[in-house]
């Protein structure tokens, strides 16, 4: 297992929270629990799950 100690970028391409292809798409960022880093995930949450996931941060 590699340890994510920096900045990353991982392209998706889909919504991780309901897989849709087709709406615009955009990054995602996360921070893995126990590490010390911070993923992006280019392209990987539309623009109806983005705006219900940054309402409940
Ligand atoms: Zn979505």
Known sequence: MRLV?????T???????CGTTQEKLTEE???????????????ASCLDCNKKITKVE
């Open 11 to 17: 392209y998706v391409g889909r919504c991780i929270y």
């Open 29 to 43: 960022h996360i921070s893995p629990y126990g590490l010390n880093g911070c993923m992006t995930l280019l392209d």
């Open 5 to 9: 100690t920096e900045k990353e970028s």
